[in-house]
């Protein structure tokens, strides 16, 4: 009995101790569970100098989406995407037989659709609603299709091909100097139900409407429905001469009642390596149609296809017969985005060439691709010692000295962005299109010195309905004004950031950038391009020099997701003539210790 009592009280001891252990544990690792209702909390906001910086011309090759078209924006100028891609066979080597003859040349890139908008008819036809368009339904472009000349290589020849070749986004007077011949989507179309004049090339536009496509090389043909998409006809001269007369040729003759095949072998399309060289992709040139506004597209060209589809002799012993036989190219080799930006406003150039790296911009312009971002340092100025109030500089703000004497316990940590749709064009609607002004759907923070993403980013597991809408506690989605319906705020939690900051000593209390970005999932970064001359060394950057008359103290690359998105915000900046309620702060909730 007293043995049993015992080891009841050791029993209820160890609990007590379990349950005490574990609550600290819980308190640690539930830290933004607690911070969610911020009961007992104190709360507070700290200084951040935030200024503009232009984006030179940047690296963008093998993106994952590509822009193609033209964007115009009040503030931040007219976008014109062209591309660049090299071409592979879907099968290496074909053997085209006695007599080919080209039927149609088609190239097929799909567009993206809203699935939660397509709405399936009655009779099996599907209406759709594009996704990532930007510029008004049905606006026109000049779409030009070249055989490109020029030839993209895999390795960079500079330091022993041992990295991979680099391509940017103000190359496109490269690709258009080498293009060769004419254009290929060379049909000439006419008003009818089904055609609308110029819709392959000089008033092309992105068709919403579902494609139907007949069979007649079956009998009875067979109907098939596919997504929207780009479908053009391309010129069957060029790709007999380009593709079919250059494949390996196969005769068979028919001799005492014996079918005997020769094969004559072609090198041009033995390989895709030597295919690449032979043929080297296709340009698309973009222009404005007319005096039409245009429009902007996002595409995954690596889903894109050529097909050639052409009939052949088929000799036996019995009969000679025609048989339909195809030839697909893909889009899976190397690609370029080419972008060129013109007109853009003077408040938007001259905020990106004069930024105030000391007491921040009133205003921060984001925009993607070769655009511009934010620089962003945290905690202000370093006037004192470690104690943040007396002494020499230390080289640590001296908020962050405060805080860190202090002992708090950091709950939540948040960077609040303020849309600015005051400036003229950044309304509502454009003044000048009248069509809505298109606004990022999130921005990005990162790490500058260290080229990399910040601690919530990695700690974050969430997961959103697509791959790029994921990491949602980290957030950075564009949050809407429930009357207007237009963008107010953007959040970025930096909890973990900044709690390592307080708790380590000698952690790094890094410059960050801001940008919007077209993907949250994608984090690797693109380099800029510099102009050739006198090197700098980047001051708190180790082992990092740049090319550079002149450079800011960060490393000069850019989120690749940000290349990939052509569209622009103006956010309230850090300077003290911005109003309090608009300007840009570090919101900081904690515990003090016991």
Known sequence: MHNNSFFKQILLLVTIVLFVSCDKEYNVIGDGLISQNHFMLKDTTFSVVAYNQKITPVESENLPVNALGIYNNPVFGKTTASFATQLVLSAVNPIVSTNPVIDSVYINIPYFTDPLKNVTNSDGSTTYVLDSIYGASKAKIKLSVYESGYFMRDSDPVGGFQTAQKYFTDQNTDFDNLKIGNRLNDLVTTATAKTAVGEQNDAFFFNPAEQVLVDKSVTPNTTTRVAPGMRLKLNSSYFMNKIINAASKSTTAISNGVATTTTTSSTNLATNDVFKNYFRGLYFKVEQSGNDAGAMAMMDFSKGTITISYTEELVTTTATTRVPKTIVLNMTGNTVSLQDQTNTNTSYSTATSSANTTLGDERLYLKGGEGSMAILD???????????????????????DIIRTKGWLINEANLIFNIDSSVDGMGKIDPITNLPVYE???????????????????????????????????????????????????????????????????????????????????????????????????????????????????????????????????????????????????????????
């Open 378 to 400: 945290l905690f202000g100025s370093d006037h004192y010692g470690a104690n943040g109030i007396s002494g020499s500089p230390n080289g640590v703000a001296d908020q962050l």
């Open 440 to 594: 990022p759907q999130r921005i990005y923070l990162w790490d500058l010195n260290n080229r990399r993403p910040i601690t919530d980013y990695y700690m974050d597991g969430t997961s959103g309905t697509k791959a790029k809408n994921g990491k949602v506690v980290f957030d950075g989605n564009i949050n809407l004004d429930a009357t207007s319906k237009r963008g107010s705020t953007y959040k970025i939690r930096i909890t973990n950031q900044i709690r390592n900051l307080v708790k380590y000593t000698d952690s790094t209390n890094v410059k960050m950038g801001i940008a919007v970005t077209e993907s949250v999932a994608i984090a690797n970064s693109s380099k800029w391009r510099t102009p050739k001359t006198a090197t700098t060394i980047i001051p708190g950057i180790p082992n990092y020099n740049v090319v550079m008359p002149k450079w800011p103290d960060f490393s000069i690359e850019t989120p690749r997701a940000s290349v990939m998105n052509p569209l622009g915000t103006i956010l309230y900046g850090s300077k003290s003539t911005v109003p309090d309620s608009k300007r840009l702060k570090l919101q900081i909730y904690y515990t003090k210790p016991n």
